[in-house]
Structure formats: structure tokens, C-alpha cells
């Protein structure tokens, strides 16, 4: 793997919601750094990690965070590496309010972005972005969805061997 992945997180209070998406990058074999960082207030220390993110050798940045969640945005006006955002729940909207401040991006900064809570999404689609150069990465992809395909399947014979 030569490209690493970025967790970049708006506050500490959304790492039990991220876990997930570093457990997958990991398991991809994906090398991931991990950080705090807000995009309201430290702005700076953010324009700092994206502006460098591609020399520092990211392939990706994932950005979590809840309510005014500008953190993915801000982070894709410094960088022409793709961003994927992850809104957080929020006990206002329940995470609505992240997820629209995310989607509405304008034109000329995207940001990908996964449902609510949607962690483990966010690591798999950046997976699939850094496996169109890597075809390791690839393989390790079509095995997983091979598996959870089969997982799948067993659940279906299990579900037709019962008597309803």
C-alpha cells in the first residue's frame, strides 16, 4: 500500500462512532492516521493537514463530525484529494443537520458522503477510490464482498431449513 488514509475527526466525542471505519481501513491493510481537528476552531491547524495531505502521503480524508459538520468541507477547499464526510448524529436532528451541512457543498468542492453514522461505508468507498491504483487493495475488495455475499446466502439456507 502506498497510499495512507486520514480519520479526521471534529471532536473526541466521535471516535466511538469512527472505530469502525479505522477497524475496516486496517483490516484493508490500509495505513490510517488519526487526528482531531476542527474545522471552526482550529481552522488553521486544518487548512494545514489538507493543504499538505497529498504530500504527506494521503490517498484520502475522512471526515467525521456532527451539527454544523463544515469540517469536511473545509478540509476539501484545501485539497484536491477526495474527501468522503461522515455525519455524525446529533441529538438536535439526529444527524440530519450534519448530513445536509455535508451534501450541500459548492460547486467546485465536493465531498462524497456516507449516511448518518455511516463509518464503516466511509471506509469501504475510500478503499474502492485507493484500489483503482492498487491492485491488491482490489483483490482484498472482491473477497469482501464475496463474503459477505456468502454470509448472505448462509442465512437464507438457515432461514429456508426452518419450519415457519
Known sequence: MSKKAAVIMGSD????????????LKAFGIPVEVHIISAHRTPAAAERF???AKENGFGVIIAAAGKAAHLAGVLAAYTTLPVIGVPIKTS???????LLSMVQMPKGIPVACVAVDGADNAAILAAQMMALSDEVLGDKLEQFKASMAA???????KLQSEAL
Not at 466525542?13 to 475496516?24: E, F, N, Q, V, Y
Not at 438536535?92 to 450534519?98: P, V
Open 151 to 157: 454470509e448472505v446466502e448462509l442465512k437464507d439456507q
Open 92 to 98: 438536535m436532528m439526529g444527524g440530519l443537520d450534519s
Open 50 to 52: 489538507a493543504s499538505s
Open 13 to 24: 466525542s466521535d471516535l466511538d462512532t469512527m472505530r469502525p471505519c479505522i477497524a475496516r
